[in-house]
């Protein structure tokens, strides 16, 4: 069965299990999907405290757009992040904690990480959404940029599905992996430029010069896709500027491949799920 007839087929079922992540995530709470803006806002304190105040990390300003806000820098980037790193994680959680579902109805399972995508890219507009009007408040025009930044939103998503489809699977075989994913994520997040700029980077790597043969640190580093995605939604976003065409060239190919290989693999393995489990 093909990717498109698994969500043609379940599409019912995808909006009642995206609509349940949606709803239920804060049931019953004073605030509701305001707690959703909770764990970005604490974020944002606290690496505008430390990296902005106490260790001075100086972002260029925009260029063109003139802006000079820590803050709206670091929220470019730590935004996507939140939206990426969770939707992996999800994935994981959302496959094992439906284990009795899975066992006792037949559907495709992969409907369960794609509707977890679905609630969290949900969150995540919102989250945009806001951000967008601070910026646009502050005076720097973007709006000419929103449907690229729209476009970019949808290849992150792709990316982190392809991948959470990976590491579910993974996860179901290994339960190691969930606890793998803890460190890796914190690994990850501090070798991409979210709360410093990648030009710090570039010149300790111009310091050292190469490493191996011609290949420098810098070399090393832009292997790292969320590097990419981090510099096209600043370059739309706090720059207001178009990104470099190649870059995204690279960064559309790559969110398009990891999407069908994860979800290959996991088409491989879904119809044994149950009895894994």
Known sequence: MSIFSDLKGSRELLENLTMREVKGKY??????????????????????????????????????????????????????????????????????????????????????????????????????????????????????YIPLVAVTMILLALFATGLGLIFSIANVYFRDVQHFAGILFQLWFYASPIVYPAELVREQSDSFGPIIGSITIENLYYLNPFIHFAEIFRNLLYDARWPDWGQFGLVAAGSIAIFFIGWKIFDRHQDHLAEVL
């Open 27 to 144: 049931k019953r709470t004073a605030l509701g999907q305001l707690w959703s803006l909770a764990n970005p806002i604490a974020l944002m304190i606290v690496y505008s405290f430390v990296f902005a105040i106490v260790i001075r990390v100086q972002p260029a300003p925009g260029d063109p757009s003139g802006l000079d806000l820590f803050v709206l820098w670091l929220m470019c980037a730590l935004l996507p992040w939140i939206f990426f790193s969770g939707v992996i994680t999800g994935s994981m959680a959302t496959v094992v904690g439906n284990e009795n579902l899975i066992k006792k109805v037949y559907f495709p399972r992969s409907i369960l990480v794609f509707a977890n995508t679905l609630s969290a890219l949900y969150q995540h507009v919102w989250e945009m959404v806001i951000l967008v009007i601070v910026i646009l408040l502050l005076g720097s025009n973007i709006l000419i």
